[in-house]
């Protein structure tokens, strides 16, 4: 697994990424394409070519991000219907306390 997570303070452009990617095969020493994990991506001008380019040679991706942008059905047309939209959304605090076999306690003063 491939993992690359852009930090918002970096200067990277898409050329980047297409060396991230070949430093990362040359690492792993396989043939087997890696899933790639994207987060926050849209910080990076021409994304969404260098994305494009990669799904065609059928790898696997997975793009996350908490901007505004990224939940806009732009992002859909952009990627050319490559790609399965879903928002995932935090838990709730009751989601919290079941995830974590907790039970919600009343205190009355």
Do not use: C
């Amino acid at each position: 697994m491939l993992t690359l997570k852009m930090n918002v303070f970096l200067e990277m452009t898409a050329a980047d990424l297409n060396l991230i990617l070949e430093i990362g095969l040359e690492i792993s020493r396989t043939d087997v394409k890696p899933y790639l994990f994207l987060d926050e991506i849209q910080n990076i001008t021409g994304w969404e070519k260098f994305v494009r380019r990669i799904a065609d040679m059928k790898y696997r991706i997975n793009i996350t991000g908490s901007n505004s942008k990224m939940l806009s059905s732009e992002i859909a047309s952009t990627l050319g219907g490559r790609f399965v939209i879903m928002n995932i959304y935090p838990y709730s605090f009751s989601e919290y306390l079941i995830a974590n076999h907790m039970k919600k306690r009343i205190i009355w003063m």
